[in-house]
């Protein structure tokens, strides 16, 4: 196992209350970077660092009974860590989305999901942030179930 995903793993366990999701969040991420490989053009190095942050990106949750500001904890809780290995909202927490396919196109994305039952609510999440993906690509995002 990568030294940084020991460490990550490690770092969740101590924070984390409900790691199946982080590990679906964290299953869905890495669909989505390896669906936009051939766009992105990243190595495996940043793939780690995304599974990584995939794993901790809702630690902050230990510190806040309500889960307001949960996000900016998470932020410090891995700011504030003695990292060996590293150089220097509403969200639902269903697990409804099994699978990503992603095909890229010369003007759009296209995400085929393979949802667990109704999924109207990571629907509606998807369409509140698919803008910063939107902007970074200079495509059109879409998302769909796959048929």
Same mark, same amino acid.
């Given at each position: 196992?990568?030294?940084?995903?020991?460490?990550?793993?490690?770092?969740?366990?101590?924070?984390?209350?409900?790691?199946?999701?982080?590990?679906?969040?964290?299953?869905?991420?890495?669909?989505?970077?390896?669906?936009?490989?051939? !766009?992105?053009?990243?190595?495996?190095?940043?793939?780690?660092?995304?599974?990584?942050?995939?794993?901790?990106?809702?630690?902050?949750?230990?510190?806040?009974?309500?889960?307001?500001?949960?996000?900016? !904890?998470?932020?410090?809780?891995? +700011? =504030?860590?003695?990292?060996?290995?590293?150089?220097?909202?509403?969200? /639902?927490? /269903?697990?409804?989305? =099994? +699978?990503?396919?992603?095909?890229?196109?010369?003007?759009?994305? /296209?995400?085929?999901?393979?949802?667990?039952?109704? !999924?109207?609510?990571?629907?509606?999440?998807? =369409?509140?942030?698919?803008?910063?993906?939107?902007?970074? /690509?200079?495509?059109?995002?879409?998302?769909?179930?796959?048929?």
């Amino acid at each position: 196992m990568d030294a940084l995903l020991e460490e990550s793993l490690a770092l969740r366990a101590r924070y984390d209350e409900e790691p199946s999701h982080s590990d679906h969040v964290a299953h869905l991420a890495l669909q989505i970077f390896d669906g936009l490989q051939s !766009w992105h053009k990243m190595g495996p190095r940043l793939r780690e660092l995304l599974h990584g942050a995939a794993l901790l990106h809702d630690i902050g949750w230990s510190q806040t009974p309500d889960g307001k500001g949960h996000n900016k !904890w998470s932020a410090r809780l891995i +700011r =504030e860590h003695a990292w060996t290995h590293l150089n220097g909202d509403d969200r /639902t927490h /269903t697990g409804r989305i =099994e +699978r990503v396919e992603v095909s890229v196109a010369k003007d759009a994305i /296209t995400l085929r999901v393979q949802p667990a039952g109704m !999924w109207n609510a990571e629907r509606a999440m998807f =369409e509140t942030k698919r803008d910063m993906l939107q902007i970074a /690509t200079g495509r059109a995002l879409e998302c769909v179930p796959m048929e």
